[in-house]
Structure formats: C-alpha cells, structure tokens
C-alpha cells in the first residue's frame, strides 16, 4: 500500500505541530529556569539585608518584585502543562480537536496557540473570558 498526498499531508502537518509544541515547550522551560534563577537571586539578596518590609523603603518594591516573579514563574509551570497535554493528545489522535464541541480547532489558531484546546467559537463562548470593548 503506498501512502497517498493526503497521508503524507496528515503526516507533515503533524510534524509540523509536534515541532511547534516542542519548540514552546523548549522556549518555556528556559524561560522557567530564567524565572527561577532570578527568584532564588531575590530570595538571597533579600536574606542579606534587614527583613522588614514595613519599615524598609526598599521592602515594598522587593516584595513585589519576588511576587512578581513567582506569578510569572507559576504560569510558565502551567503553559508547561498544557504543552505536555497537546503533546499527549497528538501522540493519541485528539490534537486540534475541539474539546467543548468536538469540532476542528483551525489550523491559523493551532499556529498561534499551539496548545489550544478549543476551537474559536467555544473560546468566545468561555465565560472566564473577558469580555471584548464594543
């Protein structure tokens, strides 16, 4: 049996999501060990002074800083999980398939958010969206 256009199509077009998703997941784990590097750098800089975030003008802006860091940090670790689910669903069949209402994610939003998993009518539909300005 030899592999039709549509095969190789089905099979490219994998490839092709495959090294998206490793590639975001790559650029994401760098930029989690940058984030953790510069949170474990406040941590120590901020034990080698006076800890009193009260009275410390400097106290204020620190604490935010590592806050700061450790949101940027924690959403890293989730897009870090959601690559690893894409990942999955790819090895299973199921990537860019809507899982709200089991249609076809767009290719255009797949390129865009790789780790997409609804399509764009169910997005809109998402309730913990924001709502667009008018």
């Not at 256009?5 to 790559?26: G, N, Y």
């Amino acid at each position: 049996m030899t592999p039709t256009s549509d095969d190789e199509h089905v099979r490219s077009t994998l490839a092709t999501a495959h090294a998206r998703l490793a590639a975001d997941r790559a650029a994401t784990l760098a930029r989690a060990a940058a984030l953790s590097r510069d949170f474990d750098g406040i941590v120590a800089a901020n034990a080698l002074i006076a800890v009193d975030d009260e009275h410390d003008p400097e106290g204020g802006s620190t604490a935010f800083e590592r806050a700061h860091v450790a949101a940027l940090l924690a959403q890293a670790h989730e897009h870090m999980e959601e690559l690893d689910q894409a990942l999955a669903r790819l090895e299973q069949g199921q990537y860019g398939q809507c899982d709200t209402c089991g249609g076809t994610i767009p290719p255009e939003r797949l390129e865009i958010r790789p780790a997409a998993t609804t399509c764009v009518h169910c997005a809109r539909l998402d309730p913990r969206r924001p709502p667009h300005p008018a």
